[in-house]
T-cell receptor, first 114, second 118 residues
């Protein structure tokens, strides 16, 4: 039972344009959401997070949006750069209520074309 | 500050054998989690240890086990290896508890151990 879903396995974007990665979740008890970036042969690296008390969080070129009613979050990268090419995972947690466990999506492979 | 260290980076084992993977968390992090990554399946949660106790467990068979030592270092063991166990095994550490409005401390991952079962 996949509680966090990333329905787009891959995405290609031109350098300088916006990249939008999407993520859906099913468990309404999740209250903390994260995005991770993963290069081949490396572990995932924490990118940005958002708490359910907010609907937007920005960090430089990265912005995460949360729509709790739709159980949907998205990561916007503006402007996209070739170095952003990687696999992006979204993750969710509900703290003790959901077992202190992070649930991950299956990832979206982003390719930024120079 | 040193990151999460996993050893070895690569392992090739034969079906039926057993394997032990090691993880050293970031200094001060007492929670250690293990994940399995396979193509198309994302990161599947194996288990989490805190203060030498298994606090959470995912839906993996009993062939997968782990432990944590008093210095927070952790090991994961897989017995009677099957071909389907071939995967990248990731260890992650974090601070424990809630971080106020942020909700939780993020996981910090190591570079993983690539296990190939032949």
């Amino acid at each position: 039972d996949q509680q966090v879903k990333q329905n787009s396995p891959s995405l290609s974007v031109q350098e300088g344009r916006i990249s939008i990665l999407n993520c859906d979740y099913t468990n309404s008890m999740f209250d903390y959401f994260l995005w991770y970036k993963k290069y081949p042969a490396e572990g995932p690296t924490f990118l940005i997070s958002i708490s359910s008390i907010k609907d937007k969080n920005e960090d430089g070129r990265f912005t995460v949006f949360l729509n709790k009613s739709a159980k949907h979050l998205s990561l916007h990268i503006v402007p996209s750069q070739p170095g952003d090419s990687a696999v992006y995972f979204c993750a969710a947690s509900g703290g003790p209520i959901t077992g202190n466990q992070f649930y991950f999506g299956t990832g979206t492979s982003l390719t930024v074309i120079p | 500050k040193a990151g999460v260290t996993q050893t070895p980076r690569y392992l090739i084992k034969t079906r039926g054998q057993q394997v032990t993977l090691s993880c050293s968390p970031i200094s001060g992090h007492r929670s250690v989690s293990w994940y399995q990554q396979t193509p198309g399946q994302g990161l599947q949660f194996l288990f989490e240890y805190f203060s030498e106790t298994q606090r959470n467990k995912g839906n993996f068979p009993g062939r997968f086990s782990g432990r944590q030592f008093s210095n927070s270092r952790s090991e994961m063991n897989v017995s009677t290896l099957e071909l389907g166990d071939s995967a990248l095994y990731l260890c992650a550490s974090s601070r424990d508890g809630r971080s106020g409005v942020l909700g939780a401390w993020p996981l910090h991952f190591g570079n993983g151990t690539r296990l190939t079962v032949t």
